[in-house]
């Protein structure tokens, strides 16, 4: 079977039966094959053939071949208008080729610049500033004339006096930037000793001189309202970058610290110089929220180091009433346990330390550890052995000097017997705690409370019942340690009379029929009261027998003496019979 082209057709069934079957293929592609099969047939313009043949598809091939061309040149028109907007300028005709190299280049060096994108141009940075450098530029003179200017201006304003007194430093360290002094990073690593030094180490001592006397004649209750203003300045800074440090702008923590320089140089010198200022506060610094966390413990530390350096008693003082608190609180962490207690150790290091603060105990009519301090500082000390921790052994080193200050005054007074008092209400529950040694100290701290004020025994009968244990456990201590306590509890008089109503107490509560656990510290409660008693008996007894010795000696010495009417008769006597003598 031949193939036979479509158009062909007509011609081949004519002349050609191959009983109905053909095989057809397209004309196009036909031609393609054989370009030169039909070279001699040239197509009429009504579409038949030089030959005689008809082509049924040439009009729709042409339709088609104009539509392309039409097609061809509308692509060619958009792509020479688009070469002209980029290129409106052409060369003339005879410059074609370089104006298409000119073009070539233009791409290529447009493409370059699309890839490769220019740098942004840095600005210049600003020389480093260290606070050192900034506090060589300031002049005692120049601040001398400030401080004159604004006492003149806000004369009556000291308020507005300290303001200004802290921007003229925060002016001054204004190019100090927090990279050069990163207080917060220095105050949570540094030690109390070194935190003593930021950031007055910088400050000539013409500077600090001419600050301080004039901060000197500034009254108390302005420079009060300046420790509270610059400390809260302190904190939302401490608040900007505790917040930096979790996510926000590294821009925004630098920018906000620029200033703080100036201010704790101002509030340090305010403290060292006045630091009386910083006891009106404390108070506030206790009670009001926002100067309460952990992460402000270091800076509270600071401030109480520089008001410890013009005074050790009012850094004991704050110490005791705001920081010591915070130690027996459980939400007090180690780094800021550790900071409290480098501060006090500090202070008790000052040469002399102990002598100034026993003498100063009482500071306008304030202790300077008050009995409700004490409590903390005898349980913090002698906690459970379960509950030690490392700063336990650091406790007890300073404790008995602290003690000593907690307990110092004049002996009888009456603000000493208010405290004597207040103390015995703890003493009382302390003694009788399980805890062998606070039971041991809290009773002869008890015994003190005893000899400094009579009325603590009527106190002490009063509760003894319901503190039994803790009764028992003051009564063993004194047995077991009578030589030592016997010389303080002269005259022994209301010890006598307070250890015969409980061994009344003992013996009705026995016979009463009391519980087998009670009944066993009743029958303690009586051993011990009748060891007392048989030794104020017998100590009794031996005075009487010394005192019929010594007037014995005393006579015969008079016989033999040849001045026998020198002696005062009465006042041997006297010396002899008087209950302190027991």
């Not at 009001?288 to 413990?297: C, E, L, T, V």
């Not at 921790?389 to 002996?411: C, N, Q």
Request: glycine share 6%.
């Amino acid at each position: 079977m031949e193939s036979v082209d479509l158009n062909e057709t007509h011609e081949t069934n004519t002349h050609t039966v191959d009983h109905g079957w053909q095989k057809v293929t397209y004309a196009k592609r036909q031609r393609k094959a054989k370009p030169n099969a039909d070279a001699g047939d040239a197509a009429s313009p009504n579409g038949t053939l030089a030959n005689g043949g008809r082509n049924v598809f040439s009009s729709i091939e042409k339709q088609s071949e104009d539509r392309r061309q039409r097609i061809l040149e509308a692509q060619r028109l958009a792509a020479v208008n688009a070469e002209v907007s980029v290129k409106p300028k052409r060369r003339s005709d005879g410059d074609d080729d370089e104006d298409e190299d000119s073009d070539l280049e233009d791409s290529k060096e447009n493409g370059k610049a699309e890839e490769v994108k220019k740098p942004k141009q840095k600005k210049p940075k600003k020389p480093k500033v260290s606070v050192a450098e900034a506090a060589a530029k300031v002049d005692s003179a120049d601040l001398a004339a400030f401080l004159a200017d604004i006492s003149g201006s806000f004369e009556d304003q000291q308020d507005i006096q300290m303001m200004r007194f802290a921007d003229y430093f925060g002016r001054a360290f204004s190019g100090v930037s927090a990279s050069q002094f990163p207080w917060v990073k220095m105050f949570r690593e540094s030690t109390v000793a070194k935190l003593a030094d930021i950031p007055l180490s910088q400050i000539s001592d013409a500077v600090y001189k001419t600050s301080v006397d004039w901060i000197n004649q500034r009254a108390l209750e302005a420079l009060g309202s300046f420790i509270l203003w610059s400390l809260g300045c302190i904190l939302d800074d401490l608040a900007a970058q505790n917040a930096g440090a979790k996510g926000a702008k590294k821009a925004v923590q630098q920018a906000s610290s620029k200033s703080q320089v100036g201010i704790f140089v101002a509030l340090a010198m305010v403290l060292r110089r006045k630091p009386d200022a910083l006891i009106s506060v404390l108070p506030t610094l206790r009670e009001n929220s926002k100067y309460q966390g952990q992460d402000k413990i270091p800076v509270i530390v600071w401030m109480m180091t520089q008001a410890s350096q013009g005074d050790l008693a009012v850094g004991l003082y704050s110490w005791s009433h705001n920081l010591l608190p915070v130690v027996s609180s459980k939400t007090c962490n180690p780094q800021s346990r550790d900071l409290i207690l480098q501060l006090v150790e500090r202070i008790l290091a000052v040469p002399k330390a102990r002598t100034i603060l026993i003498n100063g105990a009482v500071r306008k009519g304030e202790r300077l550890i008050p009995p409700s301090a004490f409590e903390i500082l005898l349980r913090v000390t002698f906690p459970a052995p379960s509950a030690r921790v490392k700063a336990t052994e650091r406790f007890e080193a300073i404790y008995p000097v602290l003690k000593e200050v907690a307990l110092a005054g004049s002996h009888g007074s009456k603000a000493m017997r208010q405290v004597s008092q207040q103390i015995l209400n703890f003493a009382i529950k302390a003694s009788g705690e399980s805890s062998p040694e606070l039971s041991k100290e809290a009773a002869g701290i008890f015994i003190w409370c005893l000899s400094e004020n009579g009325d603590c025994y009527r106190q002490w009968e009063d509760v003894y019942l319901d503190n039994l244990e803790a009764s028992v456990a003051v009564l063993k201590r004194l047995s077991e340690d009578w030589k030592e306590y016997s010389v303080k509890l002269v005259p022994v008089d209301h010890l006598r009379e307070t250890v015969k109503d409980f061994k009344l107490k003992n013996e009705k509560a026995m016979a009463g029929g009391a519980d087998a656990a009670e009944e066993a510290l009743f029958r303690n409660a009586d051993k011990y009261c009748k060891v007392i008693l048989g030794r104020l008996s017998h100590g009794y007894g031996c005075v009487k027998f010394v005192a019929f010795v010594a007037v014995a000696v005393a006579i015969g010495a008079a016989v033999m003496s040849p001045s026998i009417e020198g002696w005062d008769w009465n006042k041997l006597t006297l010396a002899f019979s008087s209950p302190k003598s027991l």
